[in-house]
């Protein structure tokens, strides 16, 4: 997980060898399924999830609770996952870099604004949160921090996908029309990626919180590269008194800030 996406399918990489190892390739199976779980699962119904039995996975799933990966409530015998994967992630230079940079402006921001905000960064095909500031409020939108989302249904996601290379960005979108998602949807990507090209950030109606105005902003690095994206969910409220044009250019001057921290010239 990093902010440009490391790790991610490149058709232009070439093939390298790969060698069958059965004891890391379990626990990997593992740790990649339970991401998708956020129920408690015992042994027994892990194994049939996914396709094993219980003796082939036992001893993977106590070492993975030995090691901090996965743990039990109290008086439970279901496993979940712990955010360890995302604690490790955090310890990457990059991440824990941007982060910091991040950090100081989003704090200033939220209360500034009366809004919540939050920071993103494209992790395959999804966002994924690496930073969340909660509104001063007591009603207020937040995002839980590591959570992921399909880059298309986020403003976040979609202005990241705006400054990729267009190859890339051709095979987001087959990808997409592979999962069957509609071409009028695939279309409206394209077009929403073309107006932030146009005015360097996005500002919509959620796709996900009726009510919600999202205020998407990129995040550039020294090299000029777009590696995060800001977002401020702007909840209307008679206790938000700040006005959303005005909570738009604290925003985008935020985003720019954390640009420049990251070595961005004229913050991006």
Known sequence: ?????????????????????PAAEKVLDI????????????????????????????RVLLLLQARGYLYQRAGSDGYRLTLRLFDLAHRLPSVRRLSESAL??????????????????????ELLIVLQVDSPLPMRYSVVLGAKFDFAETSAG?????HLPAPRQERMLARMAAEGRPAAEIAQVRARAAAIRATGHEMRESLAVT?????????FDHMGQAVAAMTVPYV???AAT???ETVRDMALAAARRISANLGAQGGG
């Not at 991401?35 to 194994?47: M, P």
């Not at 500034?112 to 939050?118: A, E, G, I, P, Y």
């Open 1 to 21: 997980m990093s902010p440009r996406g490391e790790g991610d399918d490149d058709d232009d990489a070439p093939a390298r060898r790969v060698y069958p190892v």
């Open 104 to 125: 100081e402006e989003l704090q200033d921001l939220a209360p500034r604004t009366l809004q919540s905000c939050h920071l993103g960064v494209l992790n395959g095909h």
């Open 158 to 162: 979609t202005v990241l996908f705006a």
């Open 31 to 58: 740790l990649e399924f339970m991401a998708d779980r956020a129920e408690g699962l015992t042994a027994t119904e892990i194994a049939n999830l996914m396709g094993r039995s219980v003796h082939e996975i036992y």
């Open 211 to 219: 009510g919600v105005t999202n205020i998407a902003a990129p995040v």
């Open 242 to 244: 700040v006005p959303l």
């Open 236 to 238: 209307p409220q008679r």
